[in-house]
């Protein structure tokens, strides 16, 4: 059974950081592309950023994380990471981890992926 499990959210000051991990289980370790995806209440659902499996490993950033986030992963205990630094007030939203069943390749589009965490929410504020 795949599971995608998320954790590190919080609350933070703008220009603050914090790093979510999402713990995932039930397929080989770096064999699937894994992304971040955020939602904030009253906006659909967007893709912040992925990384590709072990066999391709492309790294995907939406334009108002580059330069502050960073996506990263540790195959040996299968977690994927999301650093984010210099945080705004507009990063708030719930993040979702997610992951693609049989591409190689990470995309940011939703649609493509099978597997969901619960979300952590995330919230910059003073």
């Known amino acids: 059974q795949v599971q995608l499990v998320e954790s590190g959210g919080g609350l933070v000051q703008p220009g603050g950081s914090l790093r979510l991990s999402c713990v995932v289980s039930?397929?080989?370790?770096?064999?699937?592309?894994i992304a971040w995806f955020r939602q904030a209440p009253g906006k659909e659902r967007e893709g912040v950023a992925c990384?590709?499996?072990?066999?391709?490993?492309?790294?995907l950033y939406i334009d108002s994380v580059k330069g502050r986030f960073t996506i990263s992963r540790d195959n040996t205990k299968s977690i994927v990471y999301l650093e984010m630094n210099n945080l705004k007030p507009e990063d708030t939203a719930v993040f979702f981890c997610?992951?693609?069943?049989?591409?190689?390749?990470?995309?940011?589009?939703?649609?493509?992926?099978?597997?969901w965490g619960q979300g952590t929410q995330v919230t910059v504020s003073w």
């Open positions: 997610a992951a693609i069943h049989t591409a190689r390749r990470c995309y940011l589009g939703a649609g493509r992926y099978d597997y």
């Open positions: 039930g397929f080989t370790s770096g064999t699937h592309a």
């Open positions: 990384i590709g499996s072990i066999y391709d490993e492309n790294r």
